[in-house]
């Protein structure tokens, strides 16, 4: 019995110890679905993967991302860095531009002895190399070429201005006696200038310039405007001005009453009630441009040349030769033409007197190389043709009887003249060659002028307008030159002007400033074989034929 009870009781701990639920073997059967389970955990695994495939992309993208901005970040600071360094260096450059402008300015404003006078006792800076170690011919030569070839050849130069001037007299008076001088210009007696009356014309054929000053029919009168009045004016307009038309009972300069308050009691004499200052009316003058108060250059132009044919008309019965426009351009260009074939040519130049002056506005310039901008219609050159004259009359009654300084500007403008036949004009014109002998005349004692120092002082002549060219400056001899006498009489306004450099179309203009200069070393370089040709014989001279002209 309790054996059985035994075996009773270990059959149930053993069923007890062994029932699944109690104590699971760990090598239990797999259950029916363990495959299902194993896909659906290689799907849940594949799915893993592929999260992990996205995130580490992610990851990828959001590094290329990062470094592409840190990239970014840098050549932008790359750029910037570069953009300071160029705006710094922009900025050094400029500010070294405006000191060399500045100092440059100064430097051309300022005082020198080659062109303002300086000391004007000597000329320190005509002490270097001269002329490319080019020579001249010696004072022996130079005395028998002026002998034979300038002197002979200008000695009918006074028959030729008596003939002129004469026929001008005759063709002015004529001129006259057509206008209406309620409505037309009035001309004055004319006045002569330049090489002709300054007795250094060389070139052939002989050639006289005469200005003819006009003015305006009442009520109208000229008011000139210089262009050292205004700060404003560009420098290519300096040395020019503007010659404004006003009626007598427009202009108020002379007029307090419309700077002063009258009293209501009290009438201006001048200007009535209905008589006004009217600002904004304009001119009815047929010589001004539409719309504008200024004089016309090229309305004088027409109104001259229409005026001077009708005079030729009325007395072109009284003489045996033609009277022929010169040149369709220039207004008083006129040629007489001879039946023997010969002709003789002169210029007749309409100016305007500036105030009471000797200075004129003149309607054009004579025919010189420049190379300059052409300037509006109303811009009138200014003229200081009669100081020029005055100047040289005054300064040979101090010099030593028989002096060389008009030979020198003589044999100077002979030898420019053959040059520009040969290697056609350049930048360098007679004005240019008497502006230097001016300023030599002043910085010279009179003593230096002595006929036996010809060939120094046309070496010297030649050697300042050389370091001109070399420094592209040559300043006019009366604009800002303050060592001008003050007896000449110019007015206080151009004394007082910034100095006018007559060579700075040569610093605009490279190839114009390189053909000049090569011109004037050839010219030098062919100086004494000319000289000595036409020293032992004078051949003729043939002039370049000229336009063909209009018959009047």
Same mark, same amino acid.
């Given at each position: 019995?309790?054996?059985?009870?035994?075996?009773?009781?270990?059959?149930?701990?053993?069923?007890?110890?062994?029932?699944?639920?109690?104590?699971?073997?760990?090598?239990? #059967?797999?259950?029916?679905?363990?495959?299902?389970?194993?896909?659906?955990?290689?799907?849940?695994?594949?799915?893993?993967?592929?999260?992990?495939?996205?995130?580490?992309?992610?990851?990828?993208?959001?590094?290329?991302?990062?470094? !592409?901005?840190?990239?970014?970040?840098?050549?932008?600071?790359?750029?910037?860095?570069?953009?300071?360094?160029?705006?710094?260096?922009?900025?050094?450059?400029?500010?070294?531009?405006?000191?060399?402008?500045?100092?440059?300015?100064?430097?051309?404003?300022?005082?020198?002895?080659?062109?303002?006078?300086?000391?004007?006792?000597?000329?320190?800076?005509?002490? &270097?190399?001269?002329?490319?170690?080019?020579?001249?011919?010696?004072?022996?030569?130079?005395?028998?070429?002026?002998?034979?070839?300038? $002197?002979?050849?200008?000695?009918?130069?006074?028959?030729?201005?008596?003939?002129?001037?004469?026929?001008?007299?005759?063709?002015?008076?004529?001129?006259?006696?057509?206008?209406?001088?309620?409505?037309?210009?009035?001309?004055?007696?004319?006045?002569?200038?330049?090489?002709?009356?300054?007795?250094?014309?060389?070139?052939?054929?002989?050639?006289?310039?005469?200005?003819?000053?006009?003015?305006?029919?009442?009520?109208?009168?000229?008011?000139?405007?210089?262009?050292?009045?205004?700060?404003?004016?560009?420098?290519? $307009?300096?040395?020019? &001005?503007?010659?404004?038309?006003?009626?007598?009972?427009?202009? #108020?300069?002379?007029?307090?009453?419309?700077?002063?308050?009258?009293?209501?009691?009290? @009438?201006?004499?001048?200007?009535?009630?209905?008589?006004?200052?009217?600002?904004?009316?304009?001119?009815?003058?047929?010589?001004? &441009?539409?719309?504008?108060?200024?004089?016309?250059?090229?309305?004088?132009?027409?109104?001259?040349?229409? !005026?001077?044919?009708?005079?030729?008309?009325?007395?072109?019965?009284?003489?045996?030769?033609?009277?022929?426009?010169?040149?369709?351009?220039?207004?008083?260009?006129?040629?007489?033409?001879?039946?023997? &074939?010969?002709?003789?040519?002169?210029?007749?130049?309409?100016?305007?007197?500036?105030?009471?002056?000797?200075?004129?506005?003149?309607?054009?310039?004579?025919?010189?190389?420049?190379?300059?901008?052409?300037?509006?219609?109303?811009?009138?050159?200014?003229?200081?043709?009669?100081?020029?004259?005055?100047?040289?009359?005054?300064?040979?009654?101090?010099?030593?009887?028989?002096?060389?300084?008009?030979?020198?500007?003589?044999?100077?403008?002979?030898?420019?003249? =053959?040059?520009?036949?040969?290697?056609?004009?350049?930048?360098?014109?007679?004005?240019?060659?008497?502006?230097?002998?001016?300023?030599?005349?002043?910085?010279?004692?009179?003593?230096?002028?002595?006929?036996?120092?010809?060939?120094?002082?046309?070496?010297?002549?030649?050697?300042?307008?050389?370091?001109?060219? @070399?420094?592209?400056?040559?300043?006019?001899?009366?604009?800002?030159?303050?060592?001008?006498?003050?007896?000449?009489?110019?007015?206080?306004?151009?004394?007082?002007?910034?100095?006018?450099?007559?060579?700075?179309?040569?610093?605009?203009?490279?190839?114009?400033?390189? =053909?000049?200069?090569?011109?004037?070393?050839?010219?030098?370089?062919?100086?004494?074989?000319?000289?000595?040709?036409?020293?032992?014989?004078?051949?003729?001279?043939?002039?370049?034929?000229?336009?063909?002209?209009?018959?009047?």
């Amino acid at each position: 019995m309790a054996l059985g009870l035994f075996r009773v009781c270990l059959v149930v701990v053993t069923a007890i110890i062994n029932h699944p639920l109690l104590f699971p073997w760990e090598n239990a #059967t797999v259950p029916e679905n363990e495959e299902e389970i194993i896909r659906k955990m290689q799907a849940h695994q594949e799915k893993l993967q592929l999260e992990q495939l996205r995130l580490e992309e992610e990851v990828a993208q959001l590094a290329a991302e990062k470094e !592409a901005l840190e990239r970014a970040a840098e050549e932008g600071q790359q750029q910037n860095d570069s953009r300071t360094a160029w705006d710094l260096w922009s900025t050094l450059c400029m500010i070294l531009f405006l000191v060399i402008e500045v100092w440059r300015q100064d430097h051309q404003d300022g005082p020198s002895p080659e062109c303002l006078g300086g000391d004007e006792d000597e000329l320190p800076g005509l002490a &270097g190399t001269p002329l490319r170690g080019l020579t001249l011919p010696d004072k022996a030569t130079l005395d028998h070429f002026y002998e034979r070839c300038i $002197r002979g050849a200008t000695a009918d130069a006074a028959r030729t201005r008596e003939f002129v001037e004469g026929f001008v007299d005759d063709l002015l008076e004529a001129l006259r006696s057509l206008c209406n001088r309620d409505t037309d210009m009035e001309v004055e007696d004319f006045i002569g200038v330049d090489s002709m009356y300054e007795n250094w014309q060389v070139d052939k054929p002989l050639l006289c310039h005469l200005f003819v000053p006009f003015i305006p029919p009442e009520p109208y009168h000229f008011h000139p405007e210089l262009w050292c009045s205004s700060r404003s004016v560009p420098l290519d $307009r300096q040395g020019y &001005g503007q010659i404004k038309v006003v009626r007598a009972d427009e202009d #108020t300069l002379g007029c307090i009453c419309d700077k002063t308050k009258l009293g209501e009691d009290m @009438l201006c004499l001048l200007h009535g009630k209905n008589n006004l200052v009217q600002p904004g009316r304009e001119v009815e003058d047929p010589l001004c &441009g539409k719309g504008s108060p200024y004089l016309n250059t090229l309305q004088v132009m027409k109104w001259f040349q229409t !005026a001077l044919t009708r005079a030729w008309h009325r007395i072109a019965h009284k003489y045996e030769f033609e009277l022929a426009f010169g040149q369709l351009d220039t207004p008083g260009s006129l040629k007489i033409k001879f039946r023997s &074939g010969k002709f003789m040519p002169f210029n007749l130049i309409p100016v305007i007197q500036c105030d009471d002056s000797d200075l004129y506005f003149v309607s054009h310039l004579p025919r010189e190389p420049s190379g300059g901008t052409s300037v509006s219609s109303t811009d009138w050159p200014l003229s200081f043709a009669v100081y020029e004259r005055h100047f040289l009359r005054t300064t040979s009654k101090a010099l030593p009887e028989g002096a060389c300084h008009l030979s020198c500007l003589q044999i100077a403008s002979f030898l420019l003249s =053959k040059q520009s036949r040969l290697t056609g004009p350049s930048g360098l014109g007679n004005y240019h060659l008497k502006t230097a002998l001016l300023h030599l005349l002043l910085s010279r004692r009179a003593a230096d002028w002595k006929a036996g120092l010809l060939d120094a002082r046309l070496h010297e002549l030649l050697r300042f307008l050389e370091k001109s060219l @070399l420094e592209k400056k040559l300043h006019h001899f009366f604009i800002g030159n303050r060592k001008v006498p003050e007896t000449m009489g110019l007015p206080e306004a151009v004394r007082r002007a910034e100095p006018l450099n007559l060579f700075r179309p040569f610093v605009l203009q490279r190839s114009l400033y390189r =053909k000049t200069v090569d011109s004037f070393y050839e010219m030098l370089k062919n100086a004494p074989a000319l000289i000595s040709e036409y020293s032992l014989h004078i051949p003729t001279d043939h002039a370049s034929l000229p336009q063909k002209p209009v018959v009047l």
